[in-house]
């Protein structure tokens, strides 16, 4: 089903590495607009200091796809051919529109797309790292994956990147404060849009 009205869905994409974590605490302080970030399900277990209902819902495979079956999610994926699924569940946007606020999902492109086929409104915007170097330090710096994992990111990150195009807005996050006040404004932008 295509939802074509003015409901309040911020979708925000970019390899991991491109300081996403960050911004969005940041953003979520944004003053302008109230965003509910809406807490993904998974099936990848947590790391260390994770906690169940706050950074995810960790479920097991067999839980996550019960809700498949029952249409729980707005969207799914497999992330970086990890094996481990990540999805949106709809009951994320009700909560976020039930205190009138904007629904934030940061998820990867694959969820980005679909969510954009059902929400063409969604104001959807690309998190870009200022150099593909640059990403590639940064992901090293966190120094939380192995060497596999970070290539497998690095190709993830190419491949999603060729994929900036289709959204509404490419944000460098060169300066972080510089990114956030950035995002701000468009939601400002897009949220008088909607009141108007
Ligand atoms: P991590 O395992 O590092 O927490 O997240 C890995 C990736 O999964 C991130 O790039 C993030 O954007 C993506 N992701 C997190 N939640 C979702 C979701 O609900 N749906 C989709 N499609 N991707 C997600």
Redesign the pocket.
């Known amino acids: 089903m295509v939802h074509s009205g003015p409901e309040r869905i911020v979708v925000l ?1 970019g390899p ?1 590495g491109s300081g996403k974590t960050t911004l969005v605490r940041k953003l979520v302080e944004c003053a302008d607009v109230t965003l509910v970030k809406s807490v ?3 099936t ?1 277990p947590p790391r260390p200091g994770e906690i169940h209902g706050d950074d995810y819902w960790f479920l097991t495979a067999a839980e996550f796809r019960e809700k498949l079956n029952k249409n729980e999610f707005l ?3 497999e ?2 051919s990890s094996g481990f699924l ?3 569940l709809r009951s994320e946007l009700d909560r976020a529109w039930s205190r009138n606020a904007w629904a934030f ?4 492109v ?2 980005a797309l679909k969510v954009m086929q059902q929400y063409p409104n969604a104001v959807t915007i690309f998190l870009k790292t200022p150099s593909p170097e640059e990403f590639e330090r940064r992901l090293r710096a966190r120094g939380t994956e192995s060497e596999e994992v970070i290539q497998r990111r690095l190709t993830t990150a190419l491949r999603e990147l060729q994929l900036a195009n289709r959204y509404k807005y490419v944000v460098v996050n060169d300066q972080l404060e510089t990114a956030v006040s950035e995002i701000c404004a468009i939601l400002k932008a897009e949220e008088m849009a909607r009141n108007a």
Do not use: K, N
Request: charge should be negative; glycine fraction near 10%; hydrophobic fraction near 30%.
């Open positions: 994409s991991s993904s399900a998974t990848r969207e799914h994926a992330v970086f990540y999805g949106t999902l940061e998820i990867d694959q969820g």
